[in-house]
């Protein structure tokens, strides 16, 4: 497994999705704590093909910094480099600029081979196509459909939870 693959992770707008694809009600800044654990089954299976040097998960969270160390550590323990910023007046601030500077920064000193992006909406279309300028291989895994267009690798999340788990059931129950 020659190819180093870092994944990075818009945490936030991943569980707002996730969300709305189980019809399961949860804040994206107080996810359930195997919300994660989908994102860590679908690294796995990347593993599988590929040398996964490092994993990303931005995301926002609304509470004190206790929290925060928990969020952190919880995360941790599933191999994610957490990367999180403190809810302003109820807004997310941050977040996107954040995954785009590491990827950039990363792709730009040919850190990895193959980019893997797991996102729940199209805001990284632009990045993905500047990543593609310094020749690095790119994945995406999305509810969005707009990454369709720039390349053919584009798995949507939606069957992702059907190949992994089956059913959407399943998935509602581990994600309750």
């Given at each position: ?22 019809n399961i009600q949860f804040r994206a ?15 796995k299976r990347i593993g599988i093909r ?127």
């Open positions: 497994m020659p190819e180093r693959v870092m994944v990075f992770v818009d945490g936030s707008n991943f569980l707002i999705e996730l969300s709305k694809e189980l800044d107080r996810p359930p704590p195997s919300a994660s654990r989908y994102v860590q089954q679908m690294i590929y040398n996964i040097i490092r994993s990303f998960w931005f995301a926002s969270y609304q509470g004190s910094d206790e929290y925060r160390d928990k969020i952190r550590s919880y995360l941790r323990e599933y191999e994610f480099e957490p990367v999180l910023f403190k809810k302003k007046d109820g807004k997310e601030k941050g977040v996107d600029i954040a995954l785009t500077k590491e990827m950039l920064v990363n792709a730009f000193n040919q850190n990895f081979d193959i980019g893997y992006l797991i996102a729940g909406d199209g805001d990284y279309v632009g990045l993905v196509n500047e990543v593609k300028r310094t020749a690095q291989l790119f994945e995406v895994s999305s509810f969005s459909m707009d990454y369709q267009m720039i390349y053919a690798l584009h798995l949507t999340l939606s069957s992702i939870l059907m190949t992994i788990f089956g059913v959407h059931s399943i998935v509602r129950g581990i994600c309750k």
